[in-house]
């Protein structure tokens, strides 16, 4: 099977000839296992790996140049300022965007909301280049899934604008200014997205969302909340994907188990994450309750077994989940979100260790 082929077959809940496998990891822990493998580029990497997917970059930007203020902090596609930090450990250091101010704080109604100035527009973007994107991954998964800053989703990007704790809040106590900004930013990605498709010219084999739903103990809202201010959204972005004939995948870290059944209500095709060791996220439950519904991406923890533990361990977790969830298909191994630079190389290369050896459906 090409790789292309075997994400298709394991997506159809059938079995490939081997569990597609998928590979995240930061800039930094890139340049780790480059340096010791003696490797030139990523892709070089992703060969070593036996990555079946490819992530394309998708529309190149060409709206207004992005607001710089004197100290260099620069303001993103949303206009909330952001800027550059650097996370240092041994031997390695990982860039990243922390946001200064949230524009949108203190707005007190949906009116202040509709004042504000700096709502993007998909005319913003250059969607020409995707078909490219997608021919150059030949008979790879082509996958769209943008970047943290711009990725398509709803509750992200408005905590970003309002703050973490604020949006939140709106939706018991202001929950106009709420669906005003949700609705700003829901219409934007609906139409974005449309027109990353409609530029893929079907080249485009999957779609990816992201938007963090759960903590470690549960969703950090209601689930009767979720339905009543984001399933809309979440079904809608599905619903475009699937009028083009694209499988939707999903990210979001936590314990989402309780949100499951709407999930595969709104025709939710992949969940992506996985992540071990938050509450009622069993690999072996998921399988057999919504398996049949739902296929799954990630599993391998990035918290506990790769920075911490020994290779031994990190093959056994991988052994674990690999038996777990390779039956019938609907498995995409992948760790539950980037492998991080505090990573050891060591652990890492037994990770893709057992992928090459725990994968096959038989032995040929």
């Known amino acids: 099977m090409t790789p ?57 930007y060409v709206g207004p140049p992005p607001a710089v203020e004197s100290d260099g902090t620069r303001h993103d596609l949303w ?14 250091e990982q860039p990243y965007e922390e946001v200064v101010t949230y524009p949108l704080a203190d707005c007190e109604t949906a009116a202040d ?30 996958v769209f899934e943008g970047d943290r800053l711009n990725r398509i989703a709803q509750l992200k990007p408005a905590m970003y604008l309002r703050g973490i704790d604020r949006i939140l809040m709106d939706m018991l106590v202001a929950p106009a200014v709420f669906e005003a900004i949700v609705a700003h930013i829901r219409d934007f990605y609906a139409e974005y997205e449309r027109r990353v498709l409609q530029a893929a010219d079907g080249r485009l084999d999957l779609l990816m969302t992201g938007d963090d739903f759960g903590a470690q103990d549960g969703p950090i809202m209601s689930v009767q909340h979720w339905r009543s201010a984001l399933k809309p959204g979440f079904a809608e972005f599905i619903e475009v994907a699937h009028g083009y004939g694209v499988p939707l995948m999903h990210h979001t870290c936590g314990s989402v188990v309780a949100l499951i ?30 398996g049949p519904a739902l296929a799954f991406q990630g599993g391998i923890s990035i918290q506990y077994a790769l920075p911490f533990g020994t290779p031994e361990q990190v093959r056994e977790e991988a052994r674990v989940l690999f038996e777990t969830m390779k039956p019938g298909g609907g498995f995409i191994a992948c760790t539950s979100h980037k492998m991080q ?24």
């Open 261 to 290: 059944p709407d999930f595969i209500e709104a025709g939710l095709d992949v969940l992506q994450a996985l992540q071990p060791r938050t509450r009622g996220m069993d690999h072996v439950q998921l399988k057999a309750e919504y």
């Open 79 to 92: 206009g909330v300022p952001r800027r550059t930090m650097v996370a240092r450990g041994d031997g390695w």
């Open 341 to 364: 630079a505090d990573t050891p190389v060591e652990n890492a290369l037994a990770l893709i260790g057992a992928y090459h050896d725990f994968r096959k459906y038989s032995l040929e």
């Open 113 to 142: 909301v509709e004042a504000y100035e700096k709502w993007p527009s998909p005319d913003w973007f250059d969607y020409s280049v995707v078909r490219q994107q997608c021919e150059e991954c030949g008979d790879h998964c082509t």
């Open 4 to 60: 292309k082929e075997r994400v298709q077959v394991a997506l159809a809940h059938r079995e490939p000839d081997l569990v597609p496998v998928d590979f995240w990891s930061t800039s930094a822990m890139d340049a780790k296992l480059l340096r010791h493998l003696g490797l030139a580029s990523r892709e070089e990497l992703l060969q070593v790996v036996g990555a079946d997917l490819r992530y394309i970059p998708g529309p190149e």
